[in-house]
């Protein structure tokens, strides 16, 4: 995938966002006019898919990190409009090191979950300065809607496989 922006680079793994990331954004923006969203809705769902992004890059970075313990070095993790991609040396040498580098990225997804949950106060403060009236259960619902397909995706392969 050539056709990339760097992000930077951490812990030694290069982060990268696929030209076609652009389509998502003006699929947003277009969806947003036809259905007659104002300004702020289509910077909102740009923001609200930007940090489900974000939460990409984690749960890709937990993936990368627990293969780091395994020896097993990450070159790059690309963001791609279906999700994330890191793209490792190799595969773990054991089962049970593949498992662990499976669940780390869910597992990533599931203290996001409870931090956003249990600690990131929304008050009617900043709903009013983001002029939104949306509570962070709903975000959070959302979150969870996206992030629920991304560890089915993730898990299933060890179900068909175990037999």
Not at 12 to 19: D, L, M, R, S
Not at 32 to 45: A, D, M, P, Q
């Amino acid at each position: 995938m050539k056709a990339s922006l760097s992000l930077g680079s951490y812990f030694g793994i290069k982060i990268k966002v696929h030209w076609t990331f652009l389509f998502l954004i003006l699929w947003i923006v277009f969806d947003e006019l036809k259905r007659g969203g104002t300004t702020e809705s289509i910077l909102f769902n740009i923001a609200f898919v930007i940090v489900v992004f974000i939460c990409v890059i984690f749960h890709e970075m937990g993936h990368a990190l627990t293969a780091k313990r395994f020896g097993i070095q990450t070159k790059k993790i690309t963001l791609l409009p279906i999700g994330g991609m890191a793209s490792m040396e190799r595969l773990p040498e054991s089962p049970k090191q593949e498992l662990l580098v499976v669940i780390a990225g869910p597992l990533v997804n599931i203290l996001i979950a409870l931090l956003l949950f249990f600690i990131v106060p929304v008050q009617e403060a900043m709903v009013s300065v983001i002029k939104l009236k949306i509570c962070h259960q709903v975000v959070i619902r959302q979150w969870l809607e996206v992030h629920d397909r991304s560890i089915v995706s993730i898990v299933m392969p060890f179900l068909v496989y175990s037999k």
